[in-house]
């Protein structure tokens, strides 16, 4: 059974450009989560789609977008990147909100 | 607000020996809890979790305990291997909130 699949791995993007990062889930699963880990920061909550829907959003700004296709699939979008966006962003599944989490090996995104 | 706190931030043991690993959490709509394993440049792995009607569980040599009162969890690895040192996450969520919340991580070293 494949994993949770996050592409691109890496990426380096400018200041004030926007990033598209895409998350597949594992099959069957019906929820997926995004979260920021920077060094010293564990990991911060972005947001939580269920059956497209988004359940849960963390405390960041505006620039920070998602959504979830009928598929499961899901992507979240950083527009006017900022050097303080750079971070791994990790996406995780789950069969649905309450169950165990299972995350990708994650995007990481340097912002020059 | 850190409502999930994991106060150590690295920790040695000695191959074979027990390694304790704690957090402490300040909400009390929090009733189920997870332990995370995370290798550098890869997601974080799940480890084994726990329900608020527990105070025990075990798998293998991994056994987390729970106190409701003290709102603490501790993460007992025996015996300990040089394959666990990673950093190790916390985390907790309510069946109201469902979002995971994450601890910031304790690094473990195993040396042999």
């Known amino acids: 059974k494949a994993g949770v699949t996050q592409t691109p791995r890496y990426l380096i993007k400018t200041r004030g450009q926007q990033v598209t990062l895409s998350c597949s889930p594992i099959?069957?699963?019906?929820?997926v989560s995004w979260y920021q880990q920077t060094p010293g920061q564990g990991l911060q909550f972005l947001f939580e789609y269920f059956s497209e829907t988004q359940r849960n959003k963390g405390n960041f700004p505006g620039r920070f977008s998602g959504r979830q296709f009928s598929n499961s699939r899901s992507e979240m979008n950083v527009s006017t990147l900022e050097l303080g966006d750079s971070a791994l962003y990790l996406c995780?599944?789950?069969?649905?909100?309450?169950?165990?989490?299972?995350f990708g090996q994650g995007t990481r995104l340097t912002v020059v | 607000d850190q409502q999930v706190k994991q106060n150590s931030p690295s920790l040695s043991v000695q191959e074979g020996r027990i390694s304790i690993l704690n957090c402490d959490y300040t909400?009390?709509?929090?009733?189920?809890f997870l332990w995370y394993k995370k290798y550098p440049a890869e997601g974080p792995t799940f480890l084994i979790s726990?329900?608020?009607?527990?105070d025990k569980n075990e798998d293998g040599r991994f056994t987390v305990f729970l106190n409701k009162s003290a709102k603490h969890l501790s993460l007992h690895i025996v015996p300990s291997q040089p394959g666990d040192s990673a950093v190790y996450f916390c985390a907790a969520r309510g069946t109201r909130f469902q979002k995971l919340v994450f601890g910031t991580g304790t690094r473990l070293l195993v040396s042999p």
């Open positions: 099959s069957g699963h019906r929820s």
């Open positions: 995780a599944s789950s069969f649905d909100p309450n169950t165990e989490a299972f």
């Open positions: 726990i329900s608020s009607i527990k």
């Open positions: 909400n009390s709509m929090f009733d189920y």
